[in-house]
């Protein structure tokens, strides 16, 4: 199937990787361990060594990854351009199964994407080779949106990092707010090849309909949604938000087991919000994007 059937992965940047993961663990979250990435600059390039580094926190559907920029006379694959913009969420990545067949579709419609981008990194020092191929929408403006084929899912999700405190099992949504909605729904929509429509509040929502597998070995065929807002309807949606910049990748929505239940003991002592989806961690104390316990 060539086009992107589920919200994958979101990942927050910085340049203090150390301080972006202890702020996930507080919020409850088991991290797999550090991870250096490598890859090909160009499709027909030689695999080399990058100057970012990783952990993530694995779900039973999709995870999200906290990528530092830990040597920085390295190339750092786009992350210092992000990090001069704000530190905080700055990748969306959208499941597929068909990169060569999904790089074929994007061309069709008239974007100048030169190949495949392959990307691997180890699962924990010493440990096997994760391998990842990758399309990404070329210069957005809204940051790294991409497409992802994961080509050793079984190696990624391992069960040793996710059982978490939280009770997190799920990424659902991703909320955007951009200075003009209609053109960044355009892109992604051309992105994934999956159609919009007008969000209950403002702006658009793209929905992926979701496949058995799709975001993970353990993952069920589940909706995901991206909602894409105007900065002036926000605060609606994650209160108390407020854009450094336009665009921005403003907060995540993970599902729990018991409707945010354990969420709510782990997150005694931080200044909570309840949002209407459910309990907010607010940006300053989860790294630049609010997360929202649902």
Known sequence: MSVATTLDHAGLCTADLPALTAAWERMGFA?????????????????EAYGTGNRCAFLEHGYIELLGLVEPG????????????????????????????????????????????WLQRPVEEGG?????????FPDAPEGRMQLIQHLTPELVWDRRWMAHRNGAVSLETAILAVADPAATTARLSQLTGQPARPDPLAGFVLALPGAAGGAGPFSPALATHLRILPEA?????????????LPFIAGLVIRTKDQGQAARAVLAGLPVVQAP?????PPEHAGGAAVVFA
């Open 128 to 136: 096997p080779i994760a391998r990842f191929a990758r399309l990404p």
């Open 277 to 281: 989806d459910g309990i907010m961690v």
């Open 31 to 47: 991290l797999s361990p550090f991870a250096r990435q490598s890859g090909k600059r160009t499709p027909d390039g030689a695999v």
């Open 233 to 245: 309807a926000l605060g609606q949606v994650l209160p108390g938000v407020t854009a450094p910049a």
């Open 74 to 117: 390295l190339f750092s694959n786009g992350l210092d351009g992000f990090l001069a913009r704000y530190t905080g969420a700055h990748i969306l990545a959208f499941g597929i199964q068909d990169a060569e067949g999904n790089l074929e579709r994007l061309r069709r419609g008239g974007l100048a994407i030169p190949g495949v981008s």
